[in-house]
């Protein structure tokens, strides 16, 4: 789906405003944990590893999308900053960015800091997979390592059955686009995703494509405890990305603030 979706998703996203609204968040949590070298992990088309190596942040950027890693690198150009952006998903950036001398120690390439943003993590679809991807975060982390979570507040979603979610324009020149999002429950508790992008030129035709991608709908307490059992102490949980308080019928975000333990958690998989 993101591969085709790399160049539309900058059209779907307000990012002056998004950006405006979620930095000075970002930045407060950065600066609680001393962090300078940061990894944003399921990086997308790299706006937010952008902005913040604008503001003198050194930033690695992962993504397992092929078309976002591309178009994230054209983003760095157009706006001549050096960030570095590799193919990599969730589960291998250790192995791909870190090495084994600094791999959980003090080392110069260990990172300070991990954002998973943008609805992200729910495309880790089990318990092993959500184990094996936050100890790959852990393995990427210093000792005492900052991890900051963005995920939608799908125990909202799922108690109130919100299929659909607001629709989003972009007009260029004589270019016009609009995105449908919607979700299908299915019968084995996972969700698929859907996008429906519609695009036409002047007055012409509507052109119709339809993406899809498979969800899980995780939860607060699901994700505290896999972070417990992967070697990660939660700090704390807020509502959305300005620092409201998390409340489970009304927040649309669940944002995790977890920090890496300096003792690790004696190694087992969730359910062993």
């Known amino acids: 789906m993101y591969d085709e979706f790399g160049t539309d998703y900058d059209r779907f996203v307000d990012w002056r405003g998004r950006l405006a609204a979620e930095l000075p968040f970002i930045e407060r949590a950065l600066q609680g944990a001393t962090a300078r070298r940061v990894l944003?992990?399921?990086?997308?088309?790299?706006?937010?590893a952008i902005a913040l190596a604008r503001r003198g942040y050194t930033v690695v950027g992962a993504d397992a999308s092929e078309g976002m890693i591309e178009r994230a690198r054209i983003n760095a150009r157009s706006a001549?900053?050096?960030v570095r952006f590799e193919v990599a998903g969730f589960g291998e950036l250790a192995e791909r960015l870190v090495t084994p001398k600094a791999r959980g120690n003090e080392g110069a390439e260990a990172f300070d800091a991990i954002l998973c943003l943008g609805n992200s993590l729910p495309h880790v679809l089990t318990e092993e997979a959500l184990h094996d991807t936050l100890v790959d975060f852990a393995a990427c982390l210093r000792p005492k390592g900052l991890l900051l979570i963005q995920n939608l507040n799908y125990e909202r979603i799922l108690a109130r059955r919100e299929r659909w979610m607001d629709?989003?324009?972009?007009?260029?020149g004589n270019e016009e686009w609009i995105f449908l999002r919607f979700y299908d429950f299915d019968p084995d508790g996972l969700l698929t995703f859907n996008v429906v992008r519609l695009h036409r030129v002047s007055d012409g035709p509507w052109e119709q494509k339809t993406m899809s991608t498979r969800l899980w709908a995780q939860r607060q307490a699901e994700l505290t405890a896999a972070l417990e059992a992967a070697g990660f102490s939660?700090?704390?949980?807020?509502?959305?990305?300005?620092?409201?308080?998390?409340?489970?019928?009304?927040?649309?975000?669940?944002v995790i603030e977890a920090f890496k333990r300096t003792i690790a958690p004696e190694a087992s998989r969730v359910g062993d």
Request: proline share 8%; aromatic share 6%; glycine share 12%.
């Open 40 to 48: 944003d992990a399921a990086c997308g088309t790299g706006m937010h």
């Open 80 to 82: 001549g900053v050096a």
């Open 167 to 172: 629709p989003q324009a972009r007009r260029e």
């Open 234 to 254: 939660t700090v704390a949980c807020w509502g959305d990305m300005r620092g409201a308080p998390f409340d489970r019928q009304k927040s649309p975000n669940l």
